[in-house]
């Protein structure tokens, strides 16, 4: 018996080394969390302005344009929960934080990431961050190995070293932005991909996700304004392509969340979202900018109010 446990144990082992490589290797990729916490770390004691969000905010706000240091700490899909977690979490390690941009898109106050096929990112923000979605499944191995967050062709690549790390996942810049194309594809910015985004949008809210989004948000808020540190909410730019579909109730309901919110906690609106200062050759698709739109946005925001709160 204990020689056939021998040679279990040393047929095994030569998986158990492959498999471990594997986890070690996954462990170590470049992705937009593990970039974005690396960044964000080194810069603690230096950053002045930070910004939050979802993908509007990644692709839409670069701080090299700041009168002051920034660090855009977006990403795709983020929520308020996570915009929320990751405030509490670095705030205080910030002794020069001057101000929090929250960008709110469309949707913000009514979704959560679980209800997309993207809930699997739910999962990086648990491992890189530590930050655990309260209804996030202790079961999936996802849970506990970094290998499981990828697809088999994605590791099976990682293996071979096919992978474009930049292209894959993003040339992230020191300061948290994701550097993107200089122009917009025109195929993509029309009316019917424009209305056909506003549905997509649309189907995500889910009004019973507003008090859970304000509950998160209400004691950061608290918190930012005890320090005497600005909190900034921003409704970022879209084409008409896309404003023009969107639910004008929603819309309206959005302005009067923030406006409240302002009133409760001192906070500031800056509401872009059919800003005619922005035109197609701004635009990389009917709701985010290109890299030259998101150059023309952040100088916007730094006239508007980036400059007075580096003072």
């Not at 990112?121 to 506990?144: C, E, M, V």
């Not at 970094?146 to 292209?167: E, R, S």
Request: hydrophobic share 40%.
């Amino acid at each position: 018996m204990k020689k056939f446990l021998i040679r279990v144990l040393v047929f095994l082992l030569p998986f158990v080394i492959f498999f471990g490589w594997i986890e070690i290797k996954a462990r170590q990729l470049p992705n937009t969390y593990a970039l974005k916490k690396r960044n964000i770390e080194k810069q603690l004691d230096s950053i002045h302005i930070l910004a939050l969000g979802s993908s509007h905010a990644f692709d839409d706000i670069d701080p090299e344009w700041f009168s002051c240091r920034g660090f855009n700490f977006a990403n795709t899909s983020q929520s308020l929960f996570h915009d929320s977690q990751l405030c509490l979490k670095y705030s205080d390690q910030m002794p020069r934080l001057k101000a929090v941009i929250f960008v709110i898109s469309y949707f913000t106050f009514w979704f959560e990431m679980q209800d997309l096929t993207e809930g699997w990112r739910d999962y990086f923000y648990y491992h890189y961050y530590g930050i655990r979605y309260p209804s996030l499944d202790k079961t999936d191995i996802k849970y506990y190995s970094f290998a499981a967050l990828y697809t088999k062709t994605f590791l099976k690549d990682m293996i071979l070293n096919n992978i474009d790390y930049p292209y894959t996942f993003g040339d992230i810049k020191v300061n948290g932005w994701q550097k993107i194309e200089s122009i917009g594809d025109s195929n993509e910015i029309n009316d019917k991909a424009g209305e056909e985004r506003v549905k997509f949008h649309t189907s995500i809210i889910h009004r019973e996700h507003l008090s859970e989004n304000i509950g998160y948000l209400e004691p950061v808020l608290k918190k930012l304004d005890g320090r005497n540190i600005q909190v900034i909410f921003v409704i970022p730019p879209v084409y008409k392509t896309y404003s023009k579909y969107a639910d004008t109730s929603i819309m309206a309901d959005n302005r009067r969340i923030i406006s409240g919110l302002c009133k409760k906690f001192n906070a500031r609106f800056f509401d872009y979202f059919s800003d005619p200062r922005f035109k197609r050759e701004d635009f990389l698709n009917n709701d985010h900018m290109n890299r030259n739109g998101a150059k023309k946005f952040s100088l916007i925001l730094d006239s508007d109010f980036v400059a007075k709160v580096c003072r």
